[in-house]
């Protein structure tokens, strides 16, 4: 983990209310994975916070991160403009794990999705992902690219104006038992694990599944315990230094 003043490449809007942007780090931190985060400065100030992201590529030098305007913060980041110099903290937490397995459902929902992508550009020639992510409409679905070089894509969206209406969860439940996946990996607003994890309980589905947990963080590597979540047997585990990424059986939703 390295926290390095890194430099603005490009910061560009990708979708309604999505934004990209690339970094270039002054050194190498290695090879960072899908499920990864970094902890970037806003560049302001008064917001004295640094805001996890999730790593959505790298290449060489440099990283790229998307984000959804939500507050103050991400407000802000929508104004910085290529040039400035921005301190990140980098890489943070665990990533999803796929040694051994060769399929792998993707279940992404929102700004889920981003370390997804990040997974699927790191193992795409050597898996075969069978993706299933829910976007609310056409106007926030991006990085179809990315998301294409899965074996099998499907999109939904809450009112069927991209893709099929409807959810990634009930888009993957249906097709399950054709894909058997070895694992499946998801990252997504809360209610979208809650279900998923139910819904898997119901159908009495017992491929390993990992998520990707968000949570308000302070420091990002394990100090502060602002992020904590409560693992199924009541213990406290943190969300930035014992995950991001968890085993859903493992943890309460
Ligand atoms: C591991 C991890 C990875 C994430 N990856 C992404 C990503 O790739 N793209 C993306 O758009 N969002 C991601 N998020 C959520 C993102 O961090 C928040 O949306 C963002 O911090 C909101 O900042 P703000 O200043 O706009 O909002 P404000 O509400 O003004 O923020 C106030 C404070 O609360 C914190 N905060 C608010 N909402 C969240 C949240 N949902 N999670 C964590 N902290 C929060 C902020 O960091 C800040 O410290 C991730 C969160 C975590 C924990
Ligand atoms: S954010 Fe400080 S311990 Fe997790």
Redesign the pocket.
């Known amino acids: 983990m390295k926290d390095l003043l890194a430099t603005v490449k490009s910061n560009k809007k990708i979708a309604e209310n999505i934004y990209m942007m690339t970094l270039v780090l002054p050194e190498s931190v290695g090879q960072m994975h899908g499920g990864q985060?970094v902890n970037l400065s806003t560049g302001n100030g008064a917001?004295l916070?640094r805001?996890?992201?999730?790593v959505?590529m790298c290449e060489g030098d440099e990283v790229s991160?998307?984000?959804?305007?939500?507050?103050?913060?991400?407000?802000y980041l929508t104004e910085v403009e290529a040039g400035r110099k921005l301190q990140v903290l980098l890489p943070l937490?665990n990533w999803f794990d796929l040694d051994g397995c060769k399929n792998v459902a993707v279940i992404g929902g929102g700004?889920g999705i981003?370390?997804l992508v990040a997974t699927i550009r790191e193992h795409f020639q050597t898996k075969n992902f069978y993706s299933y992510i829910g976007f609310r409409n056409i106007d926030a679905v991006c990085l179809y690219n990315e998301l294409a070089k899965s074996k099998k894509l499907t999109i939904t969206t809450d009112d069927g104006s991209y893709g099929e209406k409807g959810n990634a969860v009930g888009a993957y439940l249906r097709d399950a038992a054709n894909i058997n996946p070895d694992i499946i990996i998801s990252c997504g607003p809360p209610v979208m694990l809650r279900v998923l994890k139910q819904k898997l309980k119901e159908a009495g589905i017992t491929t390993p599944c990992f998520v990707s947990l968000?949570?308000?963080?302070g420091c990002g590597m394990g100090a502060c315990l602002v992020?904590v979540c409560k693992t199924a047997s009541g213990e406290n585990a943190r969300?930035c230094r014992d995950g991001?990424v968890f085993d859903i059986n493992e943890v309460q939703l």
């Open positions: 985060f917001h916070l805001r996890p992201l999730g959505c991160v998307c984000y959804q305007v939500k507050g103050k913060g991400t407000k937490g700004v981003f370390p968000e949570e308000r963080m992020c969300v991001p």
